[in-house]
């Protein structure tokens, strides 16, 4: 089993910049990927980055070179920082780790408004 907690959403002006934070616990050598996902009202969740555990990346289109997706071993943590932020990217960021099945934590409300 595996434990995410997120953090870190919040209300921010278009054009600003928030980091997420998603502390993994339990079974932790046997994640084999952790990500991001997004879920927007009315919408699907979506991925929006991954990061392997050989630390291959890949994001969404809508967010290259906007969000860059890391993480720190040793605190078990997985980041998720977000810059020139636009209207679209209000939703609610899920943390995901995949093992031999996907957990997920229970999300944090990201709302980028003026």
């Known amino acids: 089993q595996v434990q995410l907690v997120e953090s870190g959403g919040d209300l921010v002006q278009p054009g600003g910049s928030l980091r997420l934070s998603c502390a993994a616990s339990?079974?932790?050598?046997?994640?084999?990927?952790m990500g991001w996902y997004r879920q927007a009202p009315g919408k699907q969740r979506e991925l929006v980055a991954r990061i392997t555990r050989g630390g291959i990346t890949n994001y969404a289109d809508s967010v290259k070179g906007r969000f860059t997706i890391s993480r720190d071993i040793a605190k078990n943590t997985v980041y998720l920082q977000m810059n020139s932020l636009k209207p679209e990217d209000t939703a609610v960021y899920y943390c995901?780790?995949?093992?031999?099945?996907?957990?997920w934590g229970q999300g944090t409300q990201v709302t980028v408004s003026s």
């Open positions: 339990g079974s932790i050598s046997s994640i084999n990927a």
């Open positions: 995901n780790a995949v093992t031999y099945r996907n957990f």
